[in-house]
T-cell receptor
Framework: SQQGEEDPQALSIQEGENATMNCSYK?????LQWYRQNSGRGLVHLIL?????REKHSGRLRVTLDTSKKSSSLLITASRAADTASYFC??????????FGAGTTVTVRA | KAGVTQTPRYLIKTRGQQVTLSCSPI?????VSWYQQTPGQGLQFLFE???????NKGNFPGRFSGRQFSNSRSEMNVSTLELGDSALYLC?????????????FGQGTRLTVV
């Protein structure tokens, strides 16, 4: 069963706009990671945030983590056509596996 | 550094057959995990191996099995294939499989059962 839920399921934005997606999970975690997947190919690691961190930045990506609400958000700023993909959050609960959310499909229109 | 390599990329099998998928991790990585991705169930964890030992197994029937070799390469096997086994099978490797370690995924093997 999946650990988390992602919201929204799909997002369509104009190039240059920001995209925000949310992830909720159910159990205590060591860290939370975000991955990107293009057209049913492999997953690409974007960013990892540890349970004792609240916010992390990487280029145009900003991730927040609220362990009290068991939720995280991923913000992509100044989106580009190449950002069109599915985005997944994954939690690591120190059990040698990642538990993935259902994913958010992002479409960036030119 | 070469990435995670999965072979074959595409596979078509008939119900009742068995299949073996292969995964070569990034050089130096000792942890290999397998995931099944389907439109209905999303990404589901199958199993994780570290130094030839299975440390965790997902909630899949016994038809799904795996192993890891001394060079960290891993294989998974599915016996008595069912139509519902059609999926993208993803392999991931990490340096240790410990918390706070990112996983590197291969391109996947697309299995179609007819």
């Amino acid at each position: 069963s999946q650990q988390g839920e992602e919201d929204p399921q799909a997002l369509s934005i104009q190039e240059g706009e920001n995209a925000t997606m949310n992830c909720s999970y159910k159990t205590s975690i060591n860290n939370l990671q975000w991955y990107r997947q293009n057209s049913g190919r492999g997953l690409v690691h974007l960013i990892l945030i540890r349970s004792n961190e609240r916010e992390k930045h990487s280029g145009r990506l900003r991730v927040t983590l609220d362990t009290s609400k068991k939720s995280s958000s991923l913000l992509i700023t100044a989106s580009r056509a190449a950002d069109t993909a599915s985005y997944f959050c994954a939690t690591d609960a120190n059990d040698y596996k990642l538990s993935f959310g259902a994913g958010t499909t992002v479409t960036v229109r030119a | 550094k070469a990435g995670v390599t999965q072979t074959p990329r595409y596979l078509i099998k008939t119900r009742g057959q068995q299949v073996t998928l292969s995964c070569s991790p990034i050089s130096g990585h000792r942890s290999v995990s397998w995931y099944q991705q389907t439109p209905g169930q999303g990404l589901q964890f199958l199993f994780e191996y570290f130094s030839e030992t299975q440390r965790n197994k997902g909630n899949f029937p016994g038809r799904f099995s795996g192993r890891q070799f001394s060079n960290s390469r891993s294989e998974m096997n599915v016996s008595t294939l069912e139509l519902g086994d059609s999926a993208l099978y993803l392999c991931a490797s990490s340096s240790s499989g410990q918390p706070s370690t990112e996983a590197f995924f291969g391109q996947g093997t697309r299995l179609t059962v007819v």
